[in-house]
Each structure stands twice: as C-alpha cells, then as structure tokens.
C-alpha cells in the first residue's frame, strides 16, 4: 500500500512539475526521473520517465541502485560515489531533487552542475549541520556562495536554477542565496554525488527533475 500511495504522489508531482509554480521561471521538462522500478535494478540499466536528450544516467563511481522506488548508493566503502546525466543544456535550467531517507554523518550530498569530470566542475555541497555551498573544483571560482540554515529531514526538495550564470539555491521553494561563476560553461552534464560511510542507513533520492 506505501508504495502504491508513494506512486501516485510522484504521479501527481509530476503533472505539478509539468504546470505552472509561483516560484519557478521554467516549465518544460527535460528530464524525469520518479525511480519507479524494481527494487535491485542497477541505474545504468534503468529507464528515465522523460529524458528528451536520450543520453540515459551513467555510473562515474560506485554502484546505483533501484530501492523502494528511490535511488540508493550500495557501495560499501568509504569513498565519493557520482552518477550523471547528460541533459544537452548548458544553461537557463534548474534541476531538483527530492530526500526521501537521510544520512549525513560525517559526510555530505551533492548536487553536480557543469560537470566536466570528477576533479572538473561546479557542485551545491548540502552538509549534516545545514550549511551549504556553491563550489567550482578545477576553476578559477572557487568557493564562490555559502550559506546555513538548509537542514536537510525527509522529504526535503532541493532544487538549482542556472540563469546564465548565476546559480540559485532553493530548499523546499524558499531562496537560501545565489552565486556567479563562468567556469566550465560548455559542460552539459549535471548529477549527484554521495558519500558511503559502512552506515546501515543510506541516503535516498527520488523525483530528480530538469525543466528549460
């Protein structure tokens, strides 16, 4: 019954995500992912409700997984862990995604934006004590906005619009700031990242959106 009621609430998101929000500049989708599939299937082998460019997600590091209809790490040692999607724009988008399960010990998620390759790209670090920042690795950028306060529980949605290139951060439809940076502008590939820590509770991802 939970996962039949958890199906037709993505259902229903999925028709908000496609109309109109106060809060969103953006309505066309690109790429929809509600990880609705049986549990055990690998994300490389995975099928995207929408995915317009057809590229598909790839594994960068780590094993992906299918779990309760959320994404789910199952790696098992310490190390960052990416998945990736490339979506065919470099800019004036936003992507979310929703938590459905939560463990931030000692570690942080992220949200991978411009991606170049692991050491090459702009990403929304999302840490256990609710701070956040905006970083370009391998640019000239850098730490370029932070913040605090994002406490991430279940059922937290974040979300990142990129206007040209100003990224907006925003947790459950509320602005927590913006930064600028040019860096790796051609990139066209976003994603996320975790970080297994040999914990028993695993972070879980659902609803992983792209609207033009």
């Known amino acids: 019954m939970m996962i039949k009621a958890k199906r037709r609430e993505a259902q229903r998101r999925l028709l908000l995500f496609s109309g109109a929000r106060p809060a969103i500049a953006y309505g066309t989708l690109l790429f929809v992912d509600l990880f609705n599939d049986s549990d055990g299937v690998g994300l490389d082998a995975h099928t995207p409700d929408l995915d317009l460019a057809g590229n598909g997600w790839v594994e960068q590091a780590g094993t992906w997984e299918i779990q309760g209809d959320t994404l789910e790490l199952q790696d098992q040692v310490v190390a960052d862990y990416a998945a990736t999607v490339d979506i065919d724009r470099t800019t004036d988008f936003e992507v979310e995604f929703e938590i459905t399960q939560i463990s931030l010990i000692d570690h942080n998620i992220q949200l991978l ?59 459950n439809d509320v602005l927590q700031g913006s930064g600028t940076s040019s860096s790796h502008s051609a990139a066209t590939t976003i994603g996320i990242r975790d970080r297994d820590v040999d914990e028993v509770v695993q972070t879980r991802f659902d609803n992983f959106i792209v609207r033009e």
Not at 126 to 132: K, M, P
């Open 113 to 171: 934006l411009r991606y170049v390759d692991s050491s090459n790209l702009i990403r929304l670090l999302l840490f256990e004590g609710g701070d956040w920042d905006l970083q370009d690795t391998g640019g000239g950028d850098g730490l370029f906005a932070n913040g605090a306060g994002l406490r991430l529980v279940v059922g937290s949605v974040v979300r990142v619009r990129l206007e040209a290139n100003t990224f907006s951060v925003y947790h």
